[in-house]
């Protein structure tokens, strides 16, 4: 692995992890929406969730993947397994998506009336 890959797996996973930490930490304070650099975060655990699975999977996996020889069961393992997170983070990231879905029409309407 090169130095560059080195710090870019090491920067995937914490800047994933990083966002994890503080949307959890702010979820807890009773706060309903909690706030990062100013704009509202809903469903903040489900976004922690998601955050984690793309750090793990992209620099996590990014960072193992030179330590088992090509087509070893190890290296199978490890491949389904960051497979498994990236697909978890997607699915996370859709339901976001899809559960928080603002109407940009409506506010439009209701301001002009």
Known sequence: MRSVDLVLAVVAAA???AVAAVLLARSRGGAPV????GR????????????ACLGLGLGGGW???????????GDT??????RILLVAGLV??????VRYVRSTRDKAATSAR
């Open 15 to 17: 800047a994933n992890a």
């Open 34 to 37: 909690p706030r990062i650099l």
């Open 40 to 51: 509202p975060q809903p469903l903040p655990r489900l976004r922690a969730a998601m955050h």
């Open 63 to 73: 960072l193992v993947k030179d330590i088992f020889p090509p087509r070893s069961t």
């Open 77 to 82: 393992v490890l491949l389904n397994l960051v």
């Open 92 to 97: 996370a990231a859709l339901l976001v998506a």
